[in-house]
């Protein structure tokens, strides 16, 4: 098991920041990809951002590319997603979640990934 713990998440008026943080409990947190995906009531869950095991590698979004920035700190087994710029329609459920696999065509997939934390709420008012 990787328990994932997410924090971060609240209320913040458009244009402002957040940090979210993804919290791994294990000692091979630091050998998955981690993902952040979000959902939106009454709407898919979908990428956001996702970091390779190392940290060398980052895929995002095009909905959030140039305003979100994701990376991890394996010594603290944490994953951290910075969002700037926020939009009101970034307004959903942030959820983390850790996988084996590698490469761009399975990080954006909910599907491939083996561990989810159980979210943290960003609430966007325009």
């Known amino acids: 098991q990787v328990p994932l713990v997410e924090s971060g998440g609240g209320l913040v008026q458009a244009g402002g920041s957040l940090r979210l943080s993804c919290a791994g409990s294990?000692?091979?947190?630091?050998?998955?990809?981690t993902g952040w995906f979000r959902q939106a009531p009454g709407k898919e869950r979908e990428f956001v951002a996702a970091?390779?095991?190392?940290?060398?590698?980052?895929y995002y979004a095009d909905s959030v590319k140039g305003r979100f920035t994701i990376s991890r700190d394996n010594d603290k087994n944490t994953v951290y997603l910075h969002l700037n710029g926020l939009k009101p329609e970034d307004t959903a459920v942030y959820y983390c979640?850790?996988?084996?696999?590698?490469?761009?065509?399975?990080?954006?997939?909910?599907?491939?990934?083996?561990?989810w934390g159980q979210g943290t709420q960003v609430t966007v008012s325009s």
């Open positions: 979640a850790a996988t084996y696999c590698s490469g761009y065509g399975c990080y954006r997939v909910p599907r491939e990934y083996d561990y």
């Open positions: 294990a000692r091979t947190f630091s050998s998955y990809a």
């Open positions: 970091v390779s095991w190392s940290g060398e590698d980052t």
